[in-house]
């Protein structure tokens, strides 16, 4: 039995496709670079990461994307020997009536690459998808934003437009073939043709607790589209009870032994210490089997609600502490595991460390200089060894936990003039809220290497030092990681957390941090 989700840490949208014995996932990668996270496994339960596609600036500029922008719900699809791969690059989301959404495709022959130049599609609205016709005719889709509406209103339906199968360009007017169910704010629309019928997968009700996956038909792909006898394929909204929340947004896939598989985004909510729900591992990904049943597909449950666990085919490995070492130039993992926020940093590999150099404040919108990595498991523990060369209090390098650009902790080393020394201290903030806890008490650590730590268990977490690398000390200051979440976010977020390595130069750009390694272990 494996047990859900099969992605965990920040997975959303995931897009499924089943390919010569392979199940691949494209997932959402929002402001962090390089976009587009493609996993895959051979049996659903032991998972690798393939790659990141937009990994230049052609494909994706995000510098100045505010948080929780970029790329929404990318949809991967197979045919005439190519990958299809269809994203939004969001640039605008909150804060005015708009949304500016482009939206484009680019295909490869392997998925590892090279990716072609984008083709623009459209801005009509975000998560699109590609269908390819059984006759050789190509259709995008996507959901449609009406500025001038309020609420769920704004999402006012699902287009459908005709694309030339070489150029990718439309050769039609899109048409709105689906206005969604009573739930509305329908998204993420996923088209997959059975039987004579053409079946219409939407997300629909906002990505919270109220999320869900709805289902039509239709005879002719314009339509009309008749709703599914139970509307959803899924929905957890009223059973409180899962510990799989948010269950929408995905698609299904048939494997080669002609069973179907389902893979939607859901979120794992802990208690926060007044009684919130809230997900800091962000929406992650779990897998269910679908049965048909009179021409629909239905959870092989039953019900609603996906299951916990399932069986696939194979067993889940347990998961093992993973260690980068940068005494050898760049692990072979590391560009696989790590990302940066919305461009590539300043780096390099060298003198048997990864050096950081000096890059914009934690809550800029750009240039800021971060490798960081998903947090994956409620309980864990990350750690890193640094030795900072600037002498400025502007000047700074530490060990990261972040959900965006207005929360996070940073426990940070950094120049202090009045003690004549490096020091370490903790930069906090909660919704845009600064402060230093530590205050005037910054901690004296002298100009060598100082090994930093983050441990978290569940909702409660604590930074520690040691400069031998072994006698860590506690910092007195409790953290509360579920601030880390999309539920803290203002107004909203879609990401998770992340914990990783930053330099930091306010001053003139000069300043640089060596860090030996990063190691992540699971606790639980």
């Excluded at 269908?131 to 339906?157: C, I, P, T, V």
């Excluded at 997959?192 to 629909?204: N, P, R, V």
């Excluded at 760049?330 to 060298?350: C, G, H, N, T, V």
């Amino acid at each position: 039995m494996i047990k859900n989700p099969v992605l965990t840490g920040f997975h959303p949208d995931p897009s499924p496709l089943y390919h010569e014995g392979w199940f691949y996932i494209a997932t959402s990668t929002f402001e962090w670079y390089p976009g587009v996270k493609l996993s895959r496994s051979r049996d659903l339960a032991n998972w690798e990461t393939v790659g990141y596609p937009l990994s230049r600036e052609n494909l994706l500029y995000m510098e100045g994307n505010p948080k929780s922008t970029g790329i929404w719900a990318p949809c991967l699809t197979y045919s005439d020997g190519l990958f299809y791969l269809t994203y939004t690059d969001v640039k605008l989301w909150t804060g005015a009536a708009f949304k500016d959404t482009p939206n484009y495709i680019t295909t490869a022959t392997r998925l590892e690459g090279p990716w072609s130049d984008p083709v623009y599609v459209n801005c009509s609205g975000f998560a699109p998808s590609l269908f390819h016709a059984a006759d050789g005719r190509k259709y995008f889709l996507n959901m449609e934003w009406d500025y001038r509406a309020r609420g769920k209103e704004q999402f006012s339906g699902i287009l459908l437009t005709e694309l030339d199968p070489k150029t990718l360009r439309p050769i039609s007017e899109p048409v709105k073939i689906w206005r969604g169910s009573e739930k509305g704010s329908v998204e993420g629309p996923h088209l997959c043709q059975k039987d004579g019928y053409y079946y219409l997968f939407t997300a629909e009700g906002g990505t919270e607790y109220e999320h869900a996956e709805t289902v039509a038909r239709a005879r002719d792909i314009l339509g009309p589209y008749e709703l599914h006898p139970n509307t959803f394929l899924s929905c957890a909204e009223h059973a409180p009870e899962s510990p799989l929340q948010k269950t929408g947004h995905g698609g299904i896939v048939c494997a080669e032994d002609g069973r179907w598989w389902y893979a939607c985004l859901c979120g794992r909510p802990i208690l926060s210490q007044s009684g919130e729900r809230r997900c800091p591992l962000g929406r992650e990904t779990l897998i269910n089997e679908v049965i048909w049943s009179d021409g629909w597909p239905y959870l092989k449950n039953g019900t609603l609600v996906p299951d916990e666990m399932f069986e696939g085919y194979g067993e889940k490995k347990p998961d093992e502490p993973k260690r980068y070492d940068f005494s050898r130039g760049e692990p072979a993992d590391f560009a696989l595991d790590f990302q940066s926020l919305r461009s590539a940093p300043k780096y390099a590999f060298i003198d048997g460390c990864l050096r950081l150099f000096g890059g914009n404040s934690p809550a800029c919108a750009f240039g800021q200089s971060v490798f960081a990595r998903r947090q994956q498991h409620f309980a864990f523990e990350a750690a890193t060894c640094l030795t900072l060369h600037g002498r400025s209090f502007q000047k700074m390098a530490g060990l990261l936990y972040r959900y965006d650009d207005a929360t996070y902790y940073f426990l940070r080393v950094a120049y202090d003039e009045a003690r004549g020394q490096n020091c370490l201290g903790l930069l906090c903030s909660v919704q845009g809220r600064f402060s230093m806890p530590l205050g005037s008490e910054e901690i004296p650590v002298g100009a060598g290497p100082i090994h930093l730590r983050v441990r978290a268990d569940h909702g409660n977490g604590v930074f520690s030092y040691a400069l031998d690398g072994v006698k860590f000390t506690d910092i007195d200051y409790p953290l509360d990681v579920t601030l880390l979440s999309d539920e803290c976010a203002t107004p909203l977020g879609f990401t998770g957390a992340f914990i990783g390595m930053q330099a930091v130069d306010l001053n003139d750009k000069t300043a640089w941090a060596d860090f030996s390694y990063f190691q992540y272990t699971p606790l639980s």
